[in-house]
């Protein structure tokens, strides 16, 4: 064997043969592949092919590059440093290039897939990979790539195990590779806002049914999930998922069934055949009556075979008619304008009429759908949100206009501006409102925010309602009564309008313009008295307004 070192450093070891045989064949190259001229590398030899005026290098001098941050440079006879590839003055060849280190296999094939081995810290969708085998669990398989499922606050990837555990990495000495590929099976082929029931053997949502949130290519576990009616999320690879057909109606989702439906129940057209012209696939009726060979709907008289149409349930049981009753005002949620909610408004606030059950629903078709009577359209439970206390408004409040001043029903009225309602909301929503120049207009619920501490003032409906005993204050001046002072109801005239006595000594009937000058008072001042007779008997008097000793 005979060792040889090159011009350039390097060191050739073999046979005599061996060695001549390279150098003809280095020889062969150097006269048949013409010599780069630009992109040398450290360790590379360089000749110059032109030289420098200064004479501190001549063309024909051989170099060794070398490289810094800044790029490939030789180091001049005068010990100066050229970055040969910066100046065009610097021309040269690449007489030989440095050796190269040998290939090493940084990839990884498992289970037919490939991963190649990267230098840096793992991230989200990475996968690792544990190196010392000798101290691994029984739940961990060496030469197995992990996919990182997440990275936490302290860098550590999580993975999950073989027994479909999540696993913290700290502590495990690890290599981290990336996917070089994937196949076709592994691609995903459920979408966000897909339904799918986990198939999983041993995972708690086992025969749950889950909603695709998100999907993560390239990733052993592609689908973040979320199962129905609950918040915890979860991952799940393909073959863990089985997905299920559904169909959104009316803001609801159903599970499609193929099975014959039952009366009352909804189902969906997907094979429309004999139609009439009456329906078509997509088509969501109510059944109301059956026979072996198909099903009616409430919408027309003509019959769909069973076989045309699937059952829907709901994967969440929808709201129910029960947290309603006739006279709730409601806001309208969604469907405002379409059939059967026409002439309704989405965001508007309504009064119940009737529900289905009652005797004066006037909605026949629609009992079976759950929908609610607001006053001739019909709304389905989930549609409606019932009006708080805080949100409704009552005769007699300040309000302000947030929205809305200047339109239509409120020509002539400003945002901002301060009004009072004088009517109670109609069938549609609407408030009638007045300024203090008795300008009127009309306006919805969520155009109004009310001004707290303004009193609500009686109003012939609530001063009628008025009890013997309760108490009203005055709050704005008036002949015979006091501003502040509280009075209290000692009667009712022929009308119903509640009888005060006054400053004067005199009955005050509170009815008509009198009304504005008043509003009830949180306290009542009936009192219960015990008389004691000459006799030494007593009797005891409840709801006593008044007693005075005579």
């Known amino acids: ?53 200064e004479r501190d290098y001549n063309k024909g001098d051989r170099y060794t590059v070398r490289e810094n941050e800044r790029g490939a440079y030789i180091v001049d006879d005068e010990g100066d440093k050229r970055f040969i590839d910066r100046h065009d003055h610097l021309a040269y060849k690449i007489v030989s290039r440095a050796p190269q280190p040998p290939q090493q296999d940084d990839t990884l094939t498992y289970e037919g897939d490939t991963y190649r081995k990267v230098e840096r ?3 989200e969708g990475d996968y690792v990979v544990f190196t010392d085998e000798s101290e691994l669990e029984s739940y961990l398989t060496g030469e197995k790539p992990y996919e990182v499922t997440e990275v936490d606050s302290l860098g550590d990837p999580q993975v999950i195990d073989d027994d479909d555990d999540e696993l913290d990495t700290c502590g495990y000495k690890i290599e981290v590779y990336e996917k070089v590929g994937v196949t076709k099976a592994d691609e995903p082929t459920l979408k966000v806002g897909d339904y799918a029931e986990v198939t999983q053997d041993g995972h708690g949502n086992k025969g749950k049914i889950v909603e695709i949130t998100e999907v993560r290519t390239f990733r052993s576990y592609p689908y973040k999930t979320k199962a129905v009616g609950e918040d915890d999320g979860d991952i799940h690879k393909a073959s863990q998922l089985r997905k299920i057909p559904t169909t959104t109606h009316e803001g609801v989702v159903y599970r499609e069934f193929e099975r014959h439906a039952e009366k009352g129940e909804l189902i969906k057209v997907t094979n429309a055949s004999i139609t009439g012209g009456y329906y078509g696939n997509g088509d969501v ?12 709907s409430s919408e027309f008289s003509i019959g769909l075979l069973h076989s045309e149409y699937v059952v829907l349930e709901p994967l969440v ?10 006279g709730d005002k409601v806001k309208l949620l969604s469907g405002g304008g379409e059939w059967p909610l026409v002439g309704k408004s989405t965001g508007n606030v309504y009064v119940i009429k009737a529900l289905p059950g009652d005797a004066n629903y006037g909605g026949g078709s629609h009992r079976n759908e759950r929908r609610i009577d607001i006053n001739g359209a019909y709304a389905l439970p989930e549609q409606l949100e019932l009006v ?5 408004l009552e005769v007699g409040d300040t309000v302000e206009i947030i929205h809305g001043g200047g339109e239509r029903y409120l020509r002539g009225f400003t945002d901002g501006e301060h009004v009072k ?7 549609e929503g609407d408030y009638k409102v007045q300024r203090s120049s008795s300008a009127m207009g009309y306006a919805q619920a969520d155009q109004l925010r009310k001004v707290e501490g303004t009193p609500r003032l009686l109003t012939q409906e609530t001063a009628r309602a008025l009890k013997f005993g309760d108490t009203v204050e005055c709050v704005k ?45 949180a306290t009542t001042q009936l009192k219960t008295v015990t008389l004691r007779h000459k006799d030494g008997s007593t009797t005891t008097h409840a709801d006593v307004l008044e007693a005075e000793v005579v």
């Open 388 to 392: 708080s206390d805080e949100q409704t």
């Open 121 to 123: 810290k793992a991230a």
């Open 421 to 427: 309602i004088a009517k109670e909301a109609d069938d």
């Open 285 to 296: 009726f109510t059944v109301v009556n059956k026979n072996s060979n198909g099903v009616f």
């Open 477 to 521: 001046e008036r002949a015979y009564v006091s501003v502040g002072k509280t009075y209290a109801v000692t009667g009712h005239d022929g009308c119903g309008d509640p009888i005060i006595i006054d400053d004067d000594g005199d009955e005050y009937v509170i009815y008509g313009n009198k009304l504005p000058h008043f509003k009830k008072a």
């Open 317 to 326: 049981e929808p709201a129910t008619t029960q947290s309603f009753k006739a």
């Open 1 to 53: 064997m005979v060792k040889i070192t090159m011009e350039n450093g390097n060191v050739i070891e073999g046979t005599i043969g061996e060695i001549v045989e390279l150098q003809t064949q280095l020889a062969q190259k150097e006269t048949t592949e013409p010599a780069a001229t630009s992109g040398a590398k450290a360790g590379d030899v360089v000749e110059m092919t032109t030289g420098d005026h």
